[in-house]
């Protein structure tokens, strides 16, 4: 950081080729990868792309992530049930990998197609199907 000499990120984009996505995100976020992307001296688009890519990269992130926001819309008898569906799953994967809080939501989402405001209640009548 300071060095004048290094590259800048906006510059660095990369010869592969991108596509567009749309992503709407709350006014609040906005203004964070807003300030964010001044900080890096690139455009919000940039910011978001390198969040995205670091992200992807970083699957403890991921995982944590995803774990606080469940915990945030579940009650704790329901985290206490997820975190057995995932031990149980863990335990009898023949693949001998592990399942983490980001692929079981994912698969969740898939399967219940979670709607961003129903989480909670998606989640619940899952495990309840599954009992």
């Known amino acids: 950081m300071g060095n004048l000499e290094r590259e800048s990120l906006q510059a660095r984009k990369g010869k592969e080729k991108t596509g567009r996505v749309t992503i709407r995100f709350p006014q609040r976020t906005h203004e964070q990868i807003c300030a964010l992307a001044y900080a890096l001296d690139v455009t919000p688009s940039r910011a978001t792309g390198i969040l995205l890519e670091a992200s992807v990269k970083n ?30 799953i863990n335990q009898n994967n023949p693949y001998e990998e592990q399942i983490s809080w980001g692929v079981l939501l994912s698969y969740l989402y898939e399967e219940l ?15 309840e199907r599954m009992k």
Request: glycine share 6%; net charge positive; aromatic share 12%.
């Open 59 to 88: 699957t403890h992130f991921i995982d944590a992530f995803t774990r606080h926001y469940l915990q945030g819309q579940l009650d704790e008898g329901r985290m206490r049930e997820l975190k057995k569906v995932i031990r149980f």
């Open 113 to 127: 197609k979670l709607g961003a405001n129903h989480v909670a209640d998606s989640v619940s009548d899952w495990i």
